[in-house]
């Protein structure tokens, strides 16, 4: 189990999603979000140059490997939110994702000594190599049982 004390600014973690394929995007949208650019390939090629995800699905396919990978193995109490959460370009069949993960602060909480603030910020990148989505993420997590901090 990884906990507060585990992490520290500057640290990285790197991940890579699977691609969606187009049935999976209009599959997606019609459940979700069910919009012309996301359903219609027709309508999304005048518009985008071809069909996009929906914002949505990028940030689940995007939390996938974050989820799967990392948090699974930490003391996470919950997040926070996102703050700054942007789309910046669109999501493209077929197209997987570089997802990086950077540590900004660490930080423990003065009210409640058994956690603190773990906020990072997440980028995910397209095969150019340009930003898709970004996000910075505070996260609840606890600390590492012990005299000082229970």
């Given at each position: 189990m990884k906990y507060l004390e585990d992490f520290?600014?500057?640290?990285?973690f790197s991940f890579k999603t699977?691609?969606?394929?187009?049935?999976?995007i209009i599959e997606f949208a019609r459940r979700w979000d069910p919009q012309p650019l996301?359903?219609?390939?027709?309508?999304?090629?005048?518009?985008h140059g071809g069909l996009i995800a929906s914002g949505f699905q990028t940030m689940l396919l995007v939390f996938e490997p974050v989820m799967k990978e990392l948090m699974v193995g930490v003391a996470n109490i919950g997040g926070a939110g996102f703050d700054n959460l942007r789309w910046l370009r669109p999501l493209r069949p077929d197209q997987p994702l570089d997802v990086t993960i950077k540590?900004?602060?660490v930080r423990p909480s003065r009210s409640k000594p058994d956690r603190g603030i773990l906020h990072y910020t997440l980028t995910a990148r397209g095969l150019s190599?340009?930003?898709?989505?970004s996000t910075d993420v505070p996260v609840m997590i606890k600390r590492r049982p012990g005299d000082d901090n229970a």
């Open positions: 520290f600014v500057g640290q990285t699977a691609p969606v394929s187009k049935d999976d996301h359903m219609d390939e027709a309508h999304a090629t005048k518009i540590i900004n602060t190599g340009e930003a898709v989505l």
